[in-house]
T-cell receptor
Framework: KAGVTQTPRYLIKTRGQQVTLSCSPISGHRSVSWYQQTPGQGLQFLFEYFSETQRNKGNFPGRFSGRQFSNSRSEMNVSTLELGDSALYLC???????????????FGPGTRLTVL | AQSVSQHNHHVILSEAASLELGCNYS??????LFWYVQYPGQHLQLLLK??????LVKGIKGFEAEFIKSKFSFNLRKPSVQWSDTAEYFCAVNADNYGQNFVFGPGTRLSVLP
């Protein structure tokens, strides 16, 4: 069974631009969660989507947004990029709600975003 | 809010040495606990998880972890490490309620010397 895939793998943008990242979950998984990983802050939860609805949101500004499509694929958008947005953005999928506690998240390889 | 701490930032061991990585969390309710590993150049993989039952859980590659509720701890152990265990290890906590997100610890980098 194919794992979680993320595109693109690498991205370079300049301050002020916007970016869209894509995540395709494992087949049959309905939940997609997004995380930001940086050397200073570690892994931080951005948001979770389940059945096309945002179910949970971390402590990030409104410039970070996302959506999920009917096939469970998800996109994350960051507008007005700042230098501090440079990070590895990870996507994770699970069968049910990640927050249900009885499910396991499977992570993708991430998208490395560099903001110049 | 939940928080997760990991005792060591970087651990260096020789092959065949025993490993114990500490993880403590701050949350008074029911929690689910995880250890993830990130090998160099690879994505995060689940090592083991605890939801309920036997507090000693066994994972892949010979790893095990013990949940001690009274100490709010979930330490990871391996009796004899190999060079291939060199990686970053993350402890994560998730409260057993819908809408509670995952909180990850800062990670512990393990370097195993051949």
């Amino acid at each position: 069974k194919a794992g979680v895939t993320q595109t693109p793998r690498y991205l370079i943008k300049t301050r002020g631009q916007q970016v869209t990242l894509s995540c395709s979950p494992i087949s049959g998984h309905r939940s997609v969660s997004w995380y930001q990983q940086t050397p200073g802050q570690g892994l931080q939860f951005l948001f979770e989507y389940f059945s096309e609805t945002q179910r949970n949101k971390g402590n990030f500004p409104g410039r970070f947004s996302g959506r999920q499509f009917s096939n469970s694929r998800s996109e994350m958008n960051v507008s007005t990029l700042e230098l501090g947005d440079s990070a590895l953005y990870l996507c994770a999928s699970s069968l049910g709600l990640a927050g249900s506690g009885t499910d396991t998240q499977y992570f993708g390889p991430g998208t490395r975003l560099t903001v110049l | 809010a939940q928080s997760v701490s990991q005792h060591n930032h970087h651990v260096i061991l020789s092959e065949a040495a025993s490993l114990e990585l500490g993880c403590n969390y701050s949350y008074g309710g029911t929690v689910n606990l995880f250890w993830y590993v990130q090998y160099p150049g690879q994505h995060l993989q689940l090592l083991l998880k605890y939801f309920s039952g036997d507090p000693l859980v066994k994972g892949i590659k010979g790893f095990e972890a013990e949940f001690i509720k009274s100490k709010f701890s979930f330490n990871l152990r391996k009796p004899s490490v190999q060079w291939s265990d060199t990686a970053e290890y993350f402890c994560a906590v998730n409260a057993d309620n819908y809408g509670q997100n995952f909180v990850f610890g800062p990670g512990t980098r393990l370097s195993v010397l051949p």
